[in-house]
Nanobody, 115 residues
């Protein structure tokens, strides 16, 4: 069982920045693929950024060049640094951990981009 807790969301003006954090339990954290997803009201959940256990990354086209995913295996934490935020980035951001056996989700942290 992997327990995930996200933090760092909030209200930010367009053009601003936020850093989301995702803490995951379990001694196997370094072997997990970790991802950030988001879901806006009335829309499907979409992948924002993902990092494999080997450090390979992929991003949604809409966030490339603005968002950066990183991980600290010593702290069992993955981060999402978001720059140049736009109103269309407003969503619930959810962290996902993929083990060899199962996929785990957190409860999410809300990001609202508005003036």
């Amino acid at each position: 069982q992997v327990h995930i807790v996200e933090s760092g969301g909030g209200l930010v003006q367009p053009g601003g920045s936020l850093r989301l954090s995702c803490a995951a339990s379990g001694r196997g954290f370094s072997t997990y693929a970790m991802g950030w997803y988001r879901q806006a009201p009335g829309k499907q959940r979409e992948l924002v950024a993902r990092m494999t256990r080997g450090g390979s990354t992929n991003y949604a086209d809409s966030v490339k060049g603005r968002f950066t995913i990183s991980r600290d295996n010593a702290k069992n934490t993955v981060y999402l640094k978001m720059n140049s935020l736009k109103p269309e980035d407003t969503a619930m951001y959810l962290c996902n951990a993929e083990t060899t056996m199962q996929s785990y989700w957190g409860q999410g942290t809300q990001v609202t981009v508005s003036s």
